[in-house]
């Protein structure tokens, strides 16, 4: 199993940037997919973007593109969220997610993860 731990959650202004990381634990990184998810206040959780497992190919929902990269290093066993013109939409808890697979193909629904890391506040301030 693999263990997550998102960093880097904090208030910014709007229009500001971010970048969070996600740290795992484990021999095996480089085979997990991974996902980035948030949950605002009283909102379900919803899909953020999507990385394959050496990072050829990302994915990701409507609302962020253009303005949120991920990116991998798998020799540092991190994942990141760069987040560039921060809107107050965009406050929530960000949790990474893993799952382990030897293909693969885009994922965008929490059953599709078996691993989670504890979440990381982002507040966007207007």
């Known amino acids: 199993q693999v263990q997550l731990v998102e960093s880097g959650g904090k208030l910014v202004q709007a229009g500001g940037s971010l970048r969070l990381s996600c740290a795992a634990t484990?021999?095996?990184?480089?085979?997990?997919?991974m996902g980035w998810f948030r949950q605002a206040p009283g909102k379900e959780r919803e899909f953020v973007g999507y990385?394959?497992?050496?990072?050829?190919?990302?994915y990701y929902t409507d609302s962020v593109k253009g303005r949120f990269t991920i990116s991998r290093d798998n020799a540092k066993n991190t994942v990141y969220l760069q987040m560039n013109s921060l809107k107050s939409e965009d406050t929530a808890v960000y949790y990474c997610?893993?799952?382990?697979?030897?293909?693969?193909?885009?994922?965008?629904?929490?059953?599709?993860?078996?691993?989670w890391g504890q979440g990381t506040q982002v507040t966007v301030s207007s």
């Open positions: 997610a893993a799952v382990q697979s030897s293909y693969d193909y885009v994922r965008l629904r929490e059953n599709q993860y078996r691993y």
């Open positions: 484990g021999r095996t990184f480089s085979s997990y997919n």
């Open positions: 990385i394959s497992r050496s990072g050829g190919t990302t």
